[in-house]
């Protein structure tokens, strides 16, 4: 079953590739990140937005697994699923090249604070209750 509920491409740029002309590994976290706010937005809630509510997804770990080499002109897609695990929300991510190829293998585990407080994710859970794999 394909869990991906979003998807984004990704055009590499020749300023995120190191000395060995690959994209630097920094750059996946950016890729990821990136890749998250956009669903957001698809989901109809922007940082902005969150952030006047008084709550905030924050990351707590990042578990990346390096499979593929993305270079310059690569045009990558970078694919999400979700799912809640008590107060944690953990996106399971997926970049791909444009061959088809992954190119990493990521788990990010967010929680929510909320007036600047841990929370247990409520809020979180419920704006996002449709995209949330069961």
């Known amino acids: ?43 109809g809630l922007t940082w902005d937005e969150m952030n006047r509510r008084g709550w905030m997804p924050v990351v707590r770990r990042n578990d990346v697994t390096y499979l593929h080499s993305l270079r310059s002109g690569d045009t990558a897609v970078s694919k999400l699923w979700m799912e809640r695990r008590g107060p944690r929300f953990i996106f399971h991510q997926d970049i791909f090249n444009q061959d088809g190829v992954q190119a990493v293998k990521a788990e990010v585990t967010v929680v929510s604070v909320v007036d600047g407080q841990p929370s247990r994710g409520d809020a979180m859970a419920e704006a996002f209750a449709e995209y949330i794999s069961k």
Not at 4 to 28: C, H, M, S, T
Request: some cysteine; glycine content about 2%; overall charge negative.
């Open 1 to 43: 079953m394909d869990k991906y509920i979003f998807e984004v491409p990704i055009k590499v740029r020749d300023y995120e590739l190191d000395a060995q002309g690959i994209v630097n590994n920094a750059n996946y976290i950016h890729y990821l990140e990136h890749t998250r706010h956009e669903f957001c937005e698809y989901a």
